[in-house]
């Protein structure tokens, strides 16, 4: 296919193809506006409520796992900084 489109891409542009007509009306809009909104709140009074966790149910076990990694990643660093900081012996 030849490229007529003057862009990376072969075939016609897209400034040429037409749009499609649109048959919503501003009542569609406003009530998916309402329906998102709604469940925004109904999320926000779970989250209140303490029904809905960021992490899920594991929200425990994932927070116990980030703790033990902190700890190991706090030791690594201690053990980096007396590495560097003891006298090299040299040969």
Do not use: C
């Amino acid at each position: 296919m030849e490229n007529t489109s003057g862009g990376p891409f072969p075939g016609p542009s897209s400034n040429n193809l037409p749009f499609p007509k649109l048959s919503r009306s501003a009542t569609d809009h406003e009530r998916v506006l309402d329906t998102l909104e709604n469940e925004f709140k109904r999320m926000d009074k779970m989250f209140a409520k303490g029904e809905t966790r960021v992490f899920g149910r594991n929200s425990d076990n994932i927070f116990k796992e980030l703790d033990l990694i902190r700890k190991k990643q706090i030791a690594l660093a201690i053990q980096h900084t007396a590495l560097e900081n003891s006298p090299e012996k040299e040969a």
